[in-house]
T-cell receptor, first 114, second 113 residues
Framework: DTAVSQTPKYLVTQMGNDKSIKCEQN?????MYWYKQDSKKFLKIMFS???????INETVPNRFSPKSPDKAHLNLHINSLELGDSAVYFC?????????????FGNGTRLTVT | AQTVTQSQPEMSVQEAETVTLSCTYD???????LFWYKQPPSRQMILVIR??????QNATENRFSVNFQKAAKSFSLKISDSQLGDAAMYFC??????????FGQGTTLQVKP
């Protein structure tokens, strides 16, 4: 049973399109995250939700909009895709929003914008 | 600003030998948490080990252990009896009180048979 699952695994699309990545966790965690891993493998947080409430919103273009319909799901919608959006996007969850509860990551979605 | 620095972009170790990956961080907080994650070629992010800053005892998980030096703001990872399956990119991470997890740049570990 996959704990944090995100779909699709690969996404290839053209500039200007709108796309979504879905994420679901079955761990019963309260907090979910989106991270972006760039071509140099650097991981940076984008958003975090705790019980459907946005608690971390990094400096991310407003073309990126997260949506959390319930605490087990956190989707990422991206409008007007640009070449620079090409990266691997990781969804993650943790039991608590702070402390030593580790993040459990999904397997990532590799987004390629052409 | 809190930062995490991994000064070794690449390391290599002979199978069955021991290797240490270094990590330093910068913070003004007294209470925080540190983690090491492993990312094999499959791309999956796997938790290796974690350390609470208030604990003096170094964390250990089987062949993996840390050397946590709070005053020096250093958190190195030691892998004993290295195995081929240990080959991966290793990320050191620091968790702020806000919950944000900040990652270092990563160290690619090669294990030679």
């Amino acid at each position: 049973d996959t704990a944090v699952s995100q779909t699709p695994k690969y996404l290839v699309t053209q500039m200007g399109n709108d796309k979504s990545i879905k994420c679901e966790q079955n761990l019963g965690h309260d907090t979910m995250y989106w991270y972006k891993q760039d071509s140099k493998k650097f991981l940076k947080i984008m958003f975090s939700y705790n019980n459907k409430e946005l608690i971390i919103n990094e400096t991310v273009p407003n073309r990126f909009s997260p949506k959390s319909p319930d605490k087990a799901h956190l989707n990422l919608h991206i409008n007007s895709l640009e070449l620079g959006d090409s990266a691997v996007y990781f969804c993650a969850s943790s039991q608590e929003s702070r402390g030593n509860s580790p993040l459990h990551f999904g397997n990532g979605t590799r987004l390629t914008v052409t | 600003a809190q930062t995490v620095t991994q000064s070794q972009p690449e390391m290599s170790v002979q199978e069955a030998e021991t290797v240490t990956l270094s990590c330093t961080y910068d913070t003004s907080e007294s209470d925080y948490y540190l983690f090491w994650y492993k990312q094999p070629p499959s791309r999956q992010m796997i938790l290796v080990i974690r350390q609470e800053a208030y604990k003096q005892q170094n964390a250990t998980e089987n062949r993996f252990s840390v050397n946590f030096q709070k005053a020096a703001k250093s958190f190195s990872l030691k892998i004993s009896d290295s195995q081929l399956g240990d080959a991966a990119m290793y990320f050191c991470a620091y968790r702020l009180n806000t919950g944000k997890l900040i990652f270092g740049q990563g160290t690619t570990l090669q294990v030679k048979p």
